[in-house]
């Protein structure tokens, strides 16, 4: 089955950066749409970025501008380099991909960022 470990978490205050790593298995990763999504409490999940096979990128508003999205096919890793942090981007960030091969979509356990003033 497929596999997604996020990591790279953790606590900054306003203005600071965080790069979010997510490592992929169990699947042909080159050939693989991957997404971030993140929820923030009491909130529902929102998108926040994805990445094409093809290394197409789209970002939710919330996050244009500030956020980028990139992918290592070598190392089977998509990564999220965040900047500009603002507090109101506190969640916890979930890495996606949808596999063809089992018909489903597949999720990390998450990685916690907390953005403080």
């Known amino acids: 089955q497929v596999q997604l470990v996020e990591s790279g978490g953790g606590s900054v205050q306003a203005g600071g950066s965080l790069r979010l790593s997510c490592a992929a298995s169990?699947?042909?990763?080159?050939?693989?749409?991957l997404h971030w999504y993140r929820q923030a409490p009491g909130k529902l999940r929102e998108f926040a970025a994805t990445?094409?096979?093809?290394?197409?990128?789209d970002y939710g508003e919330s996050v244009k501008g500030r956020f980028t999205i990139t992918r290592d096919n070598d190392k089977n890793t998509v990564y999220l380099q965040m900047d500009s942090l603002k507090p109101e981007d506190t969640a916890v960030y979930y890495c996606?991909?949808?596999?063809?091969?089992?018909?489903?979509?597949?999720w990390g356990q998450g990685t916690q960022v907390t953005v403080s003033q």
């Open positions: 996606n991909t949808y596999s063809t091969l089992y018909r489903k979509n597949f």
């Open positions: 169990g699947m042909i990763f080159s050939t693989a749409a």
């Open positions: 990445i094409t096979s093809g290394g197409s990128t």
